[in-house]
């Protein structure tokens, strides 16, 4: 039997979200970073909030946009938080979440309750649990997308955040969603992409790619060949996070334990298998590969939406950080000039 991972061990022994009532007594008694033990600050990861060893006593917190869309409210929040409670600035990340840096730990509950009143969250954005699920920014509005997937990645959050169940997985885990009929090439490094397609009858639904990853050793994602009805693509994705969940390794080398890496042991047939023996039925077959994926798309620019002389624009946004002005500025403009809605983009931009 292969050695546990020392993660492992401190994860059985006290799980993430226990971890609240001890940051609670932190921020009350102020206590720094060197007093709080080395597994209780990845803990608190379970909550979003990471210590910074370059910034002495300071921590960053990660929020998440599901679908990549937020309110101005929202996108207020954020601002605020960063001037009141952090160093003045919000950072967009390549998952689509928004990042303040600079809390102590003094603040950080108060941080947390704030987002709360806004219905955001940065709960499970660290460490082995799913991290944001991505939609197309343009979902909603594109031109050329088969299906909306905003309320899917929402329902998807719900699925996961929160449960003792699903934010103990072996490592962490990436989601995206594509409506359009079209894939870029990071939808096939994800551990999950959800890619929409016209299947049987000409049915809209997904195809499904499991497997993919990013960083040093890339890899392309699997596709299983399989035609999944937008209705079912909760109870899917639940199905193969039991499996990942259930089968895959924890093992000391935290660099093989990715779903990738169950996969080339068992094969994508034997995760489908798998998949569909917890479902308790079959899904509907569809081999037919799908497109040879694009190159990277921008979203800086002007953009044509579906409603005749609607336009959607992306900001650039250098290196993918905002002061709190430009964002409050930005939440502003939404709400007096758009939709009153934000969308995070994968290259760190962001459109209204």
Aim: charged share 25%.
């Amino acid at each position: 039997m292969a050695e546990l991972s020392p993660v492992e061990i401190w994860k059985a022994a006290k799980h993430g979200f226990d971890v609240w009532p001890d940051l609670l007594r932190w921020a009350q008694e102020g206590t720094p970073h060197d007093r709080i033990e080395e597994p209780d600050l990845q803990r608190l990861k379970w909550y979003g909030v990471f210590w910074r060893k370059h910034d002495r006593d300071r921590y960053m917190i990660r929020i998440r946009i599901p679908g990549c869309e937020m309110t101005a409210d929202q996108a207020r929040a954020v601002a605020f938080a960063a001037y009141e409670a952090g160093h003045g600035i919000v950072d967009l990340t390549t998952r689509g979440n928004v990042q303040v840096q600079g809390l102590t730990i003094q603040k950080v509950p108060g941080v947390i309750a704030a987002l709360d009143r806004v219905r955001l969250t940065s709960k499970q954005t660290g460490l082995d649990n799913i991290r944001n699920v991505t939609s197309h920014p343009l979902s909603g509005v594109d031109p050329g997308e088969l299906i909306d997937t905003r309320e899917l990645a929402r329902a998807l959050t719900a699925l996961f955040v929160g449960s003792r169940e699903l934010s103990d997985l072996p490592r962490k885990f990436n989601i995206a969603l594509n409506g359009r009929p079209d894939s870029a090439l990071s939808d096939w490094t994800q551990d999950i992409a959800w890619l929409a397609a016209k299947g049987p009858a000409g049915m809209v639904g997904f195809r499904l790619l499991i497997g993919g990853t990013q960083g040093q050793n890339p890899h392309l994602g699997w596709q299983l060949p399989v035609f999944v009805r937008p209705e079912q693509v909760l109870d899917v994705t639940y199905r193969v996070l039991q499996v990942f969940r259930e089968c895959g390794s924890r093992s000391a080398k935290r660099t093989q334990v990715r779903f990738r890496y169950l996969i080339e042991a068992i094969g994508a047939g034997e995760v489908l298998d798998e998949t569909e023996r917890r479902l308790g039925y079959g899904l509907t077959r569809f081999p037919e590969p799908p497109p040879t994926p694009r190159s990277q798309e921008s979203f800086i620019g002007w953009f044509p939406q579906r409603e005749p002389n609607h336009w959607a624009v992306g900001v650039a946004v250098p290196m993918g950080r905002l002061t709190w002005e430009q964002m409050e500025g930005l939440a502003i403009l939404a709400r007096k000039f758009g939709d009153g809605s934000l969308r995070t983009a994968t290259d760190q931009n962001i459109l209204l």
